[in-house]
């Protein structure tokens, strides 16, 4: 050891040279200049963000994919969930660019809290009812009436969520027809085994087997489950064309890639692809 060395003195420099280091970082910080790590997320307005109705998981998917390849760099970030769950989320205050709703009730509830402006809202498609069973229908289920035999196990959507809604129009309908027994709405009701948060949950029951019928939208019966459920068709004087309304929100961190994600699914690509999923296209829905 050399003669007046300190034994201290390399510690010393160490804790010199991580301060000179930190200064560095703030001095970088409060010029603007970014840091590996310390950045925040530049992508972001490149994000549209959308709240969907679950019955609008597939062709939104599929709109998605053509919308960014058409726009490179632009992400389409989705949240799918029954309408009315979506609409308490943003009365919250979530932060999201566009609100695609099952039915004009819950478009309604948000127009109402503020977040979307009256007048702003279009409707971009239509959806119909209809009966499914699990393809081997174990209870023998064949016509409407059928569902108010005992014992069968019916599975609806909740009161509130689109779906549930409409099903429940349809049996108050059916309940006024001559071609139902008297008493048909409610047999009907007593059957329900369990009331569903979204209409993929329906869906989802009937198809493992733990329903022995549900009603969801016809668009839910997609190439990957027509082979899984049968089906029975609700007439048009029973049934309820469900009109889908989308708006931008008037807080929308991305208004302009909102605007055009929208007018996308307006236009006649668009309306392909959601007629490809089995929705009634808008020039359809007179």
Known sequence: MRAGADPGSGSESMMWTLKRGYLLVAILLLAGCSLPGLS?????????TVFAAASLTDPFRDLALQFEADNPGVDV????????????????????????????AQMRAVIDTGRVTEGKQRVFGGNKLVVVMPAENPAGLSTLQDLAKPDVKLVLAAKNVPVGDYSLA?????????????????????????YEENVKAVLSKVVLGEADAGIVYSSDISPDVAGQVARISIPDS???????????????PNLALAQKFLEFVLSPAGQAVLAGHGFIPVEKMD
């Open 170 to 194: 349809f049996l108050e309908k059916a309940n006024s027809s001559p071609q139902f027994a008297v008493g048909y709405e409610e047999a009907v009701l007593s059957n329900v085994v369990s």
């Open 77 to 104: 970030v989705f949240n799918f969930a029954g309408s009315q769950q979506l609409a308490q989320q943003l009365a919250q205050g979530a932060a999201v660019d566009l609100f695609a709703s099952a039915n004009e």
């Open 238 to 252: 029973l049934n309820t064309l469900a009109a889908y309304p989308i708006a931008p929100v008037s807080d929308a």
């Open 40 to 48: 925040a997320n530049s992508d972001a307005k490149n994000n549209v």
